[in-house]
Protein backbone atom coordinates (compact mmCIF):
# COMPACT_ATOMS: atom_id res chain seq x y z
CA UNK A 1 0.00 0.00 0.00
CA UNK A 2 1.06 3.81 -0.47
CA UNK A 3 3.54 4.44 1.67
CA UNK A 4 3.05 8.03 0.71
CA UNK A 5 0.33 10.66 0.44
CA UNK A 6 -1.44 11.50 -2.50
CA UNK A 7 -3.83 14.52 -2.27
CA UNK A 8 -6.75 13.78 0.26
CA UNK A 9 -8.58 15.04 -2.24
CA UNK A 10 -7.59 12.72 -4.87
CA UNK A 11 -7.28 9.26 -2.78
CA UNK A 12 -10.78 9.65 -1.59
CA UNK A 13 -12.42 9.98 -5.08
CA UNK A 14 -14.61 7.06 -6.14
CA UNK A 15 -11.89 5.17 -8.39
CA UNK A 16 -12.47 3.71 -11.52
CA UNK A 17 -9.05 2.85 -14.11
CA UNK A 18 -8.96 2.39 -17.29
CA UNK A 19 -8.58 -1.19 -18.65
CA UNK A 20 -9.13 -3.53 -21.26
CA UNK A 21 -9.30 -7.19 -21.66
CA UNK A 22 -9.92 -9.87 -19.34
CA UNK A 23 -7.65 -12.99 -18.68
CA UNK A 24 -8.56 -16.81 -18.97
CA UNK A 25 -8.29 -18.75 -16.03
CA UNK A 26 -7.04 -22.11 -16.12
CA UNK A 27 -9.24 -25.28 -16.15
CA UNK A 28 -10.22 -26.61 -12.02
CA UNK A 29 -8.10 -29.89 -12.61
CA UNK A 30 -5.25 -27.32 -13.35
CA UNK A 31 -5.73 -25.40 -10.34
CA UNK A 32 -6.19 -28.62 -7.81
CA UNK A 33 -2.29 -29.17 -7.48
CA UNK A 34 -1.06 -25.59 -7.63
CA UNK A 35 -0.38 -22.81 -5.59
CA UNK A 36 -1.98 -20.18 -7.58
CA UNK A 37 -4.87 -18.14 -6.05
CA UNK A 38 -6.93 -16.16 -8.04
CA UNK A 39 -7.48 -12.35 -7.60
CA UNK A 40 -10.40 -10.26 -7.55
CA UNK A 41 -9.85 -6.84 -9.19
CA UNK A 42 -12.30 -4.20 -7.52
CA UNK A 43 -12.77 -0.23 -8.27
CA UNK A 44 -11.86 -0.57 -12.04
CA UNK A 45 -9.11 -2.90 -11.66
CA UNK A 46 -6.94 -0.71 -9.18
CA UNK A 47 -7.51 -2.92 -6.22
CA UNK A 48 -6.58 -6.48 -6.35
CA UNK A 49 -7.64 -9.28 -3.44
CA UNK A 50 -7.30 -12.63 -2.42
CA UNK A 51 -9.30 -15.12 -0.71
CA UNK A 52 -8.12 -16.22 2.80
CA UNK A 53 -9.41 -18.55 5.59
CA UNK A 54 -7.82 -17.77 9.47
CA UNK A 55 -8.51 -19.61 12.38
CA UNK A 56 -9.85 -23.06 13.34
CA UNK A 57 -13.28 -22.35 12.68
CA UNK A 58 -11.93 -21.66 8.72
CA UNK A 59 -13.20 -17.97 8.31
CA UNK A 60 -12.68 -16.49 4.88
CA UNK A 61 -11.38 -12.90 4.23
CA UNK A 62 -10.49 -11.38 0.85
CA UNK A 63 -6.98 -9.40 1.57
CA UNK A 64 -5.82 -6.55 -0.53
CA UNK A 65 -2.20 -7.97 -2.19
CA UNK A 66 0.57 -5.98 -1.25
CA UNK A 67 4.19 -5.92 -1.96
CA UNK A 68 4.89 -2.62 -0.73
CA UNK A 69 4.16 -3.38 3.10
CA UNK A 70 4.99 -6.73 4.88
CA UNK A 71 2.10 -7.00 7.72
CA UNK A 72 -0.79 -8.92 7.07
CA UNK A 73 -3.93 -7.56 9.18
CA UNK A 74 -7.30 -8.40 9.23
CA UNK A 75 -10.10 -6.15 11.06
CA UNK A 76 -11.49 -8.10 13.93
CA UNK A 77 -15.07 -7.56 15.23
CA UNK A 78 -16.44 -4.26 16.88
CA UNK A 79 -13.69 -2.05 15.61
CA UNK A 80 -13.58 1.17 15.75
CA UNK A 81 -13.50 3.56 12.19
CA UNK A 82 -11.87 6.95 12.55
CA UNK A 83 -11.70 10.17 10.75
CA UNK A 84 -8.60 10.62 9.08
CA UNK A 85 -9.37 14.48 8.38
CA UNK A 86 -9.82 15.06 12.06
CA UNK A 87 -9.67 11.50 14.15
CA UNK A 88 -13.16 11.42 14.95
CA UNK A 89 -15.13 8.13 15.21
CA UNK A 90 -17.48 7.40 12.43
CA UNK A 91 -19.59 4.38 11.54
CA UNK A 92 -17.50 1.45 10.52
CA UNK A 93 -18.85 1.00 6.74
CA UNK A 94 -17.68 3.84 6.11
CA UNK A 95 -14.18 2.49 6.36
CA UNK A 96 -15.13 0.58 3.48
CA UNK A 97 -14.21 -2.58 4.51
CA UNK A 98 -16.33 -5.89 3.48
CA UNK A 99 -18.82 -6.83 6.03
CA UNK A 100 -16.82 -10.13 7.49
CA UNK A 101 -14.70 -9.15 10.83
CA UNK A 102 -12.85 -11.75 12.36
CA UNK A 103 -13.85 -13.62 15.81
CA UNK A 104 -10.91 -15.25 18.32
CA UNK A 105 -11.04 -18.76 17.47
CA UNK A 106 -9.59 -22.04 19.38
CA UNK A 107 -6.09 -21.45 17.27
CA UNK A 108 -5.81 -17.96 18.20
CA UNK A 109 -2.68 -17.22 20.58
CA UNK A 110 -2.66 -13.22 21.52
CA UNK A 111 1.57 -12.20 21.54
CA UNK A 112 1.63 -10.87 25.04
CA UNK A 113 3.79 -7.75 25.17
CA UNK A 114 3.09 -6.53 21.77
CA UNK A 115 0.72 -3.80 19.82
CA UNK A 116 0.30 -3.43 16.08
CA UNK A 117 0.65 0.19 14.64
CA UNK A 118 0.87 0.89 10.91
CA UNK A 119 0.94 4.08 9.00
CA UNK A 120 0.45 3.82 4.98
CA UNK A 121 -0.62 6.27 2.90
CA UNK A 122 -3.61 6.07 2.71
CA UNK A 123 -4.26 5.64 6.54
CA UNK A 124 -3.70 3.88 9.81
CA UNK A 125 -4.63 0.80 11.17
CA UNK A 126 -3.78 -1.03 14.88
CA UNK A 127 -4.40 -3.37 17.28
CA UNK A 128 -2.69 -6.62 18.19
CA UNK A 129 -0.50 -9.30 17.20
CA UNK A 130 -1.50 -13.29 17.43
CA UNK A 131 -0.51 -16.35 16.25
CA UNK A 132 -3.11 -17.95 14.52
CA UNK A 133 -3.98 -20.03 10.77
CA UNK A 134 -4.46 -19.36 7.95
CA UNK A 135 -4.44 -20.51 4.22
CA UNK A 136 -3.24 -18.82 0.94
CA UNK A 137 -3.28 -20.98 -2.50
CA UNK A 138 -4.00 -24.31 -0.43
CA UNK A 139 -1.12 -23.34 1.88
CA UNK A 140 -1.83 -23.36 5.40
CA UNK A 141 0.49 -21.74 7.88
CA UNK A 142 0.48 -21.22 11.85
CA UNK A 143 2.48 -17.64 12.31
CA UNK A 144 1.90 -14.22 13.68
CA UNK A 145 -1.20 -11.89 12.15
CA UNK A 146 -2.21 -8.29 12.95
CA UNK A 147 -5.75 -7.96 13.76
CA UNK A 148 -6.78 -4.48 13.28
CA UNK A 149 -9.31 -2.93 16.58
CA UNK A 150 -8.83 0.78 14.98
CA UNK A 151 -8.51 1.87 11.19
CA UNK A 152 -8.58 4.81 9.02
CA UNK A 153 -11.19 4.47 5.74
CA UNK A 154 -8.71 1.89 3.51
CA UNK A 155 -11.13 -0.70 2.42
CA UNK A 156 -12.12 -1.22 -1.10
CA UNK A 157 -15.90 -2.15 -0.32
CA UNK A 158 -14.95 -6.34 -0.50
CA UNK A 159 -11.83 -6.39 1.57
CA UNK A 160 -11.14 -7.11 5.28
CA UNK A 161 -7.53 -6.11 5.73
CA UNK A 162 -4.46 -6.43 3.24
CA UNK A 163 -1.48 -9.26 2.61
CA UNK A 164 2.22 -7.36 3.33
CA UNK A 165 4.54 -9.05 0.41
CA UNK A 166 7.64 -7.15 1.93
CA UNK A 167 10.67 -7.81 3.97
CA UNK A 168 10.55 -8.60 7.50
CA UNK A 169 12.33 -5.42 8.40
CA UNK A 170 8.94 -3.17 7.64
CA UNK A 171 6.74 -5.01 9.73
CA UNK A 172 5.07 -3.72 12.11
CA UNK A 173 4.70 -4.98 15.24
CA UNK A 174 5.81 -2.62 18.29
CA UNK A 175 7.21 -4.17 21.92
CA UNK A 176 4.34 -2.96 24.62
CA UNK A 177 0.61 -2.96 24.77
CA UNK A 178 0.64 0.51 23.20
CA UNK A 179 2.42 2.97 20.33
CA UNK A 180 1.91 6.49 19.70
CA UNK A 181 0.84 6.60 16.03
CA UNK A 182 3.17 9.10 15.36
CA UNK A 183 5.94 6.37 15.50
CA UNK A 184 4.52 3.65 13.68
CA UNK A 185 7.64 4.07 11.32
CA UNK A 186 10.26 2.93 14.06
CA UNK A 187 10.74 0.77 16.86
CA UNK A 188 9.58 -2.50 15.27
CA UNK A 189 9.45 -5.98 16.58
CA UNK A 190 10.44 -7.85 13.36
CA UNK A 191 8.52 -10.68 12.41
CA UNK A 192 8.41 -13.16 9.59
CA UNK A 193 5.74 -12.17 6.72
CA UNK A 194 3.05 -14.88 6.62
CA UNK A 195 4.94 -16.21 2.90
CA UNK A 196 8.81 -16.01 4.45
CA UNK A 197 7.23 -17.68 7.16
CA UNK A 198 5.42 -20.50 4.77
CA UNK A 199 8.89 -21.18 3.11
CA UNK A 200 10.73 -21.49 6.66
CA UNK A 201 7.94 -24.24 7.48
CA UNK A 202 9.10 -25.99 4.27
CA UNK A 203 5.14 -25.14 2.69
CA UNK A 204 6.12 -24.25 -0.26
CA UNK A 205 9.14 -25.35 -2.36
CA UNK A 206 10.90 -22.36 -3.26
CA UNK A 207 11.36 -19.01 -1.89
CA UNK A 208 9.82 -16.87 -3.44
CA UNK A 209 5.69 -15.45 -4.94
CA UNK A 210 4.71 -14.37 -8.43
CA UNK A 211 1.89 -12.23 -9.39
CA UNK A 212 0.43 -11.50 -12.48
CA UNK A 213 -2.21 -9.13 -12.71
CA UNK A 214 -5.21 -9.01 -15.36
CA UNK A 215 -6.84 -6.22 -16.84
CA UNK A 216 -11.01 -6.15 -16.60
CA UNK A 217 -13.35 -3.77 -17.79
CA UNK A 218 -13.02 -0.22 -17.17
CA UNK A 219 -15.98 0.03 -15.06
CA UNK A 220 -16.32 -3.15 -13.18
CA UNK A 221 -17.22 -3.29 -9.81
CA UNK A 222 -15.55 -7.02 -9.54
CA UNK A 223 -13.94 -8.96 -11.95
CA UNK A 224 -10.94 -11.99 -12.10
CA UNK A 225 -8.13 -10.25 -11.47
CA UNK A 226 -4.91 -12.17 -12.63
CA UNK A 227 -3.35 -14.82 -10.17
CA UNK A 228 -0.91 -14.78 -6.55
CA UNK A 229 1.64 -17.36 -6.67
CA UNK A 230 3.51 -19.38 -3.79
CA UNK A 231 6.48 -20.64 -4.62
CA UNK A 232 5.74 -20.99 -8.50
CA UNK A 233 4.62 -19.59 -11.73
CA UNK A 234 1.09 -18.37 -12.45
CA UNK A 235 -0.70 -19.68 -15.33
CA UNK A 236 0.26 -17.25 -17.90
CA UNK A 237 2.31 -17.54 -21.46
CA UNK A 238 5.22 -15.44 -22.04
CA UNK A 239 6.26 -13.61 -24.77
CA UNK A 240 9.58 -12.99 -23.50
CA UNK A 241 13.11 -14.65 -21.16
CA UNK A 242 12.67 -13.32 -17.64
CA UNK A 243 14.87 -10.05 -16.66
CA UNK A 244 16.68 -9.95 -13.07
CA UNK A 245 17.40 -7.31 -11.21
CA UNK A 246 18.97 -7.68 -7.47
CA UNK A 247 16.51 -6.27 -4.77
CA UNK A 248 18.64 -2.98 -3.73
CA UNK A 249 19.21 -1.27 -0.26
CA UNK A 250 17.07 1.89 -0.25
CA UNK A 251 19.58 4.48 1.08
CA UNK A 252 17.45 7.30 1.07
CA UNK A 253 14.62 5.68 3.87
CA UNK A 254 16.16 6.71 6.94
CA UNK A 255 17.79 4.10 9.02
CA UNK A 256 15.01 4.03 11.78
CA UNK A 257 12.20 3.14 9.38
CA UNK A 258 14.39 -0.24 8.59
CA UNK A 259 14.55 -1.32 12.40
CA UNK A 260 17.83 0.43 12.85
CA UNK A 261 19.67 -1.30 10.16
CA UNK A 262 20.69 -0.87 6.73
CA UNK A 263 19.41 -3.36 4.96
CA UNK A 264 16.52 -4.34 2.58
CA UNK A 265 12.85 -2.96 3.16
CA UNK A 266 10.87 -2.50 -0.06
CA UNK A 267 11.31 -4.49 -3.03
CA UNK A 268 13.55 -1.59 -4.85
CA UNK A 269 15.83 -2.00 -8.08
CA UNK A 270 17.28 0.77 -10.18
CA UNK A 271 16.01 1.31 -13.55
CA UNK A 272 19.17 2.69 -15.93
CA UNK A 273 16.54 4.44 -18.87
CA UNK A 274 13.02 5.50 -19.24
CA UNK A 275 11.82 5.38 -22.59
CA UNK A 276 8.46 7.65 -24.01
CA UNK A 277 7.07 9.42 -27.07
CA UNK A 278 3.75 10.43 -28.42
CA UNK A 279 0.82 7.95 -28.96
CA UNK A 280 1.79 5.45 -31.57
CA UNK A 281 5.23 6.08 -32.01
CA UNK A 282 7.97 4.01 -33.40
CA UNK A 283 10.36 2.48 -30.86
CA UNK A 284 13.25 3.60 -32.44
CA UNK A 285 12.13 7.34 -32.34
CA UNK A 286 11.20 7.38 -28.73
CA UNK A 287 12.94 9.79 -26.41
CA UNK A 288 15.36 7.47 -24.03
CA UNK A 289 15.90 9.32 -20.93
CA UNK A 290 19.59 7.46 -18.91
CA UNK A 291 19.10 9.22 -16.38
CA UNK A 292 19.22 6.40 -13.31
CA UNK A 293 16.77 6.48 -10.29
CA UNK A 294 15.83 3.98 -7.81
CA UNK A 295 12.35 2.84 -7.31
CA UNK A 296 9.75 0.48 -5.46
CA UNK A 297 7.18 -2.40 -6.64
CA UNK A 298 4.15 -1.69 -4.88
CA UNK A 299 0.91 -3.64 -5.92
CA UNK A 300 -0.83 -2.03 -3.49
CA UNK A 301 -0.53 1.29 -4.96
CA UNK A 302 -2.86 2.90 -8.38
CA UNK A 303 -0.28 5.29 -9.44
CA UNK A 304 3.43 5.22 -10.33
CA UNK A 305 4.92 8.06 -8.43
CA UNK A 306 8.45 8.92 -10.06
CA UNK A 307 11.10 11.66 -10.66
CA UNK A 308 9.22 15.20 -11.71
CA UNK A 309 11.92 15.09 -14.86
CA UNK A 310 10.23 12.08 -16.21
CA UNK A 311 6.39 12.24 -15.57
CA UNK A 312 6.10 15.86 -16.71
CA UNK A 313 7.40 15.52 -20.35
CA UNK A 314 5.48 12.13 -20.70
CA UNK A 315 2.37 13.74 -19.77
CA UNK A 316 3.04 16.57 -22.06
CA UNK A 317 2.43 13.94 -24.73
CA UNK A 318 -0.93 13.13 -23.82
CA UNK A 319 -2.98 14.24 -27.31
CA UNK A 320 -4.84 16.84 -25.28
CA UNK A 321 -1.96 17.33 -22.91
CA UNK A 322 -2.44 16.74 -19.60
CA UNK A 323 -2.08 19.62 -16.83
CA UNK A 324 -0.69 19.60 -13.43
CA UNK A 325 -2.91 20.83 -10.78
CA UNK A 326 -1.22 21.26 -7.35
CA UNK A 327 -4.39 20.65 -5.61
CA UNK A 328 -4.01 16.95 -6.57
CA UNK A 329 -0.57 17.04 -6.78
CA UNK A 330 -1.16 15.07 -9.90
CA UNK A 331 -1.97 16.05 -13.64
CA UNK A 332 -5.17 16.54 -14.92
CA UNK A 333 -6.21 14.90 -18.48
CA UNK A 334 -8.91 14.78 -20.52
CA UNK A 335 -10.61 11.15 -19.85
CA UNK A 336 -11.05 10.47 -23.67
CA UNK A 337 -7.22 11.83 -24.27
CA UNK A 338 -4.74 9.74 -26.70
CA UNK A 339 -2.29 8.46 -24.11
CA UNK A 340 1.46 8.78 -24.89
CA UNK A 341 3.96 5.54 -24.88
CA UNK A 342 5.91 5.15 -21.90
CA UNK A 343 8.37 2.09 -20.66
CA UNK A 344 10.35 1.87 -17.92
CA UNK A 345 13.65 0.04 -18.68
CA UNK A 346 14.30 -3.40 -16.39
CA UNK A 347 17.24 -5.12 -16.95
CA UNK A 348 18.04 -5.52 -20.44
CA UNK A 349 14.56 -5.20 -21.11
CA UNK A 350 11.57 -2.66 -21.67
CA UNK A 351 7.81 -3.04 -20.16
CA UNK A 352 6.11 -0.75 -22.08
CA UNK A 353 2.45 0.74 -20.06
CA UNK A 354 -0.57 -0.21 -22.09
CA UNK A 355 -1.74 3.26 -23.27
CA UNK A 356 -5.27 2.77 -21.45
CA UNK A 357 -3.00 2.07 -18.17
CA UNK A 358 -1.90 6.18 -18.17
CA UNK A 359 -5.19 7.06 -17.49
CA UNK A 360 -6.97 7.06 -14.35
CA UNK A 361 -11.10 8.13 -14.05
CA UNK A 362 -11.86 9.49 -10.34
CA UNK A 363 -16.08 8.98 -11.06
CA UNK A 364 -15.93 12.55 -9.79
CA UNK A 365 -16.65 13.56 -13.83
CA UNK A 366 -12.83 13.99 -14.15
CA UNK A 367 -9.50 11.55 -15.17
CA UNK A 368 -6.16 11.95 -14.28
CA UNK A 369 -2.96 10.24 -15.69
CA UNK A 370 -1.59 7.32 -13.43
CA UNK A 371 2.04 9.37 -13.62
CA UNK A 372 2.59 11.18 -10.94
CA UNK A 373 5.26 13.28 -9.19
CA UNK A 374 7.41 11.91 -6.38
CA UNK A 375 8.85 15.03 -5.15
CA UNK A 376 5.15 16.62 -4.15
CA UNK A 377 3.71 13.56 -2.88
CA UNK A 378 6.01 12.03 -0.24
CA UNK A 379 6.76 12.69 3.44
CA UNK A 380 8.69 15.75 4.29
CA UNK A 381 12.18 15.55 3.24
CA UNK A 382 11.55 12.14 1.63
CA UNK A 383 11.21 11.35 -1.77
CA UNK A 384 10.44 7.81 -2.72
CA UNK A 385 9.80 6.31 -6.33
CA UNK A 386 6.92 3.71 -7.05
CA UNK A 387 5.91 1.71 -9.73
CA UNK A 388 2.63 1.15 -8.95
CA UNK A 389 -0.22 -1.45 -10.18
CA UNK A 390 -0.32 0.62 -13.87
CA UNK A 391 3.04 -1.27 -14.73
CA UNK A 392 1.86 -4.92 -13.70
CA UNK A 393 -0.55 -4.80 -16.44
CA UNK A 394 1.56 -6.63 -18.88
CA UNK A 395 3.85 -8.79 -16.91
CA UNK A 396 4.60 -11.21 -15.01
CA UNK A 397 6.56 -10.29 -11.67
CA UNK A 398 8.66 -12.74 -9.54
CA UNK A 399 9.63 -11.40 -5.93
CA UNK A 400 12.68 -13.98 -4.59
CA UNK A 401 13.29 -13.23 -0.77
CA UNK A 402 15.34 -16.34 -1.03
CA UNK A 403 18.27 -14.76 -3.91
CA UNK A 404 17.25 -11.49 -3.15
CA UNK A 405 16.09 -10.58 -6.51
CA UNK A 406 13.32 -10.06 -8.97
CA UNK A 407 12.50 -11.08 -12.33
CA UNK A 408 9.90 -9.56 -14.91
CA UNK A 409 8.53 -11.38 -18.22
CA UNK A 410 6.51 -9.99 -20.73
CA UNK A 411 2.66 -11.93 -20.88
CA UNK A 412 1.20 -12.65 -24.22
CA UNK A 413 -1.16 -10.49 -25.18
CA UNK A 414 -2.77 -9.93 -21.84
CA UNK A 415 -4.27 -13.43 -22.07
CA UNK A 416 -3.63 -16.68 -19.28
CA UNK A 417 -3.66 -19.51 -20.58
Given at each position: ????????????T????????????????????????????T????????????????????????T????????????T???????????????K?????????????????????????????S???????????????????????????????????L???????????????????D????????Y?????????????????????????????T????????????????L?????????????N??I???????????????????????????????????????????????????????????N???????????????????????P?????????????????????????????????????????????N??????F?????????????????????????
Amino acid sequence: MKLIQLSSVLHFTALSSALTLPLNRRSPCEEETSHNAPLLATLGGSVFDVDVTIGADNQTFKLLVDTGSSDTYIMQDGFTCINATDNQIIAPEDCKYGPETYHVSSSYEQVPDQNFGIEYGAGLASGVMAYETITIADVTVHTKLAFADRSHPMGDGVNNGLLGLGYPSLTSAHPGTFTPNDTYFYNRAVYNPVVNEMYEQGLIEEPYFSIALAHTARDGTGAFGGYISLGELPPVELTSEFTTVPVEIMENIPINITSDKRQISYWAFTTPAVKYGPAEEEEDALVVDHTPFQLFIDTGNEFSILPTAVVDPVNTRFEPPAVYNDELKAYIVDCGAKPPVFGVVVGNQTFYHAPEDLIYNTGNGYCVSTLVPSEKNGRPGLVINILGVPFFKNLVAVFDFGKDEMRFARVSNGYFL
